[in-house]
């Protein structure tokens, strides 16, 4: 006789996933590796996920990249919102089927397909903001001690404000920021071009608000915490107020 099985035994499944090429919008799970096998998925990531793996950080400089995506072009897994970015337009610009976003997917925001547009130029006009945009919301989140998830959430969501513009991907423009592969490749000629030498001065840092002691500046001669402008440098080889490059 067959003993009956405890439902408290019964482990629940680990994930839940959306297809990101068909037409069903039904969430699947781990229950169904069959569902959707030839497809690339995205897993769908709840706030307390996000809280348990890249929470709890004392500053907005100590978070990390949160790299929960998944490409819907390749096999190519865990991307952050930046480097999904960068890989689609080095990678698969050029595609021509529709597919949905796994940004939005992830947080249930949208499950439609995205017709007619490249996921590129979506990501720019759905998920990006401008550098007053950026900070207002960091600074919302430090002074109010809002939900760290419903940070997290805005972090993983949100490329940095380099990468917004008003012009069409394709378009040429001054202000539309380079894949940051290209900009991390300069990361450390950007080091040394900036000031090596502390200065001390009060004024906030523009990148994390709190007032600068000692300051590092770039050749531009806007100034900020050296741990800020490094992180930030990581990313971008150009300067997150006036946006000119630092090899000018």
């Keep these: ?79 952050s919102v930046e480097t999904l970015y960068d890989h689609i337009t080095l990678e698969h610009l050029d595609v021509p089927f529709d597919v949905r976003c796994p940004i939005c997917v992830c947080f249930g925001s949208n499950t439609s397909l995205i017709a007619n547009v490249h996921l590129s130029k979506h990501i720019v006009d759905d998920h990006s903001v401008s550098m007053e945009q950026y900070q207002d919301q960091i600074l919302v989140y430090n002074t109010h001690c809002y939900d760290e998830r419903e940070l997290l959430i805005f972090l993983a969501s949100t490329l940095p404000p380099t990468y917004h513009a008003e012009e069409s991907i394709g378009e040429s423009s001054s202000t539309t920021r380079a894949p940051i592969s290209i900009a991390r490749s300069v990361y450390n000629q950007a080091q040394t071009s900036a000031s090596n030498n502390p200065q001390t001065i009060e004024q906030p840092c523009s990148i994390c608000l709190d007032m600068i002691t000692a300051a590092r500046t770039l050749p531009c001669l806007h100034k900020f915490h050296a741990s800020c402008i490094d992180l930030w440098l990581q990313q971008s080889a150009t300067c997150p107020v006036c946006r000119k490059s630092i090899h000018r």
């Design 1 to 79: 006789m067959h003993s009956a099985v405890s439902l408290s035994t019964v482990t629940p499944c680990r994930h839940r996933y959306r297809c990101l090429h068909c037409s069903d919008t039904n969430i699947f799970c781990d229950c169904y590796p069959n569902c959707h096998k030839d497809h690339p998925r995205q897993p769908l990531v709840s706030g307390e996920l996000l809280l348990s793996q890249y929470g709890s950080k004392v500053d907005y400089a100590e978070y990390t990249a949160i790299d929960v995506f998944n490409c819907p072009y390749c096999d190519k897994l865990k991307l």
